[in-house]
């Protein structure tokens, strides 16, 4: 029986449990005996490689996160630490890895298959959205589901007590979340590296919709920015509008993981799985143009994302100042 593995690695997001129930079954589907590796490219060197079963992931599909743990790590880093991982699959028989993480991972990935010739596919999964070649990273629709019923929620108070909320939302330096987070919640604002805008050049266009009586704002600043402090300073400094802000740090990654996060990590694990029992030994799986493709480690890893400039260019009409309604 072919024996075949998987890990998580660096940032955790939900959707990696469906993704884990879905490996078990069609594994088993396919003949191969299903191996769980803990703590992610740690757990593969310190050998903490367990055979998988059904029980293992009855009743997961509900819950965020990895039951099987992500890590950082780095020792993987080290060629004599990829030697004692490779070792410790072969000792189980185990000839193929589907690895669930962003392009850190992979880059990791592709040295440990030039090293030792392991095969693996690789499953673009973050909730920054922000790996080349790929239209969709799981975890991002149930991010971006967890961060609509937080403003939402700001809305109402913000309403209430005539303020400005300003709300930080993750992404590193790629404005995917925060921009479609602010356009499908009705922001007056949204600050993103890839949008360069001097909000100073919003101050007539609010004035004027103060005086006609607006008595909340909602702006939406990505991590990237680091200002979310001096966007509230200039609400209050400028427009004498009481602010907040408010960072909703890592209830973003967590979270039931959404409808489409169950059914992507499904086609995900069995493009995966499809791929190396044909012996396609060293790819991605991507989706883009609503298909599955592959790609190579190459592609995904070493090249600079960039958002996708349709939404862009929808961004920049909605948000620019000289568009603001006074
Ligand atoms: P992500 O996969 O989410 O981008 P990281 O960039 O933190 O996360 O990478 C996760 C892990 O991948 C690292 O902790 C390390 O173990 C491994 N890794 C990243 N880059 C390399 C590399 N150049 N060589 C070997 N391992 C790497």
Redesign the pocket.
Known sequence: MDKIAILC???DVSGMNPALKRFVEYAYAKNMQPFFVYN??EGLIDDKIHEAHYEDVAGIMTRGGTKIRSA???R??ESKYRALAAENLRQKGITKLVVL????????ME?FHDETGIAFCGIPS?IDNDINGTDYCLGVDTALNVIKNAIDSIRDTASSFRRAFIIEIMGRNCGYLALVSAITSGAEMCLIPEIPIDIHEYKECFESQIRKGRDYFIAIVSEGLKNADDVAQWFEKDLGFESRVSVLGHIQRGGNPSVFDRLMAYQFVTHAIDALVTGNNNSIICYSKSHFNFKSITEVALHAYHLDEALLTLGREQFAPSHCQM
Not at 101 to 108: I, L, Q
């Open positions: 690695s660096g940032g992610g490219y950082r790590s780095e993987f880093k993480g962003g392009d850190g991972s992979f880059r990791g040295r973050t």
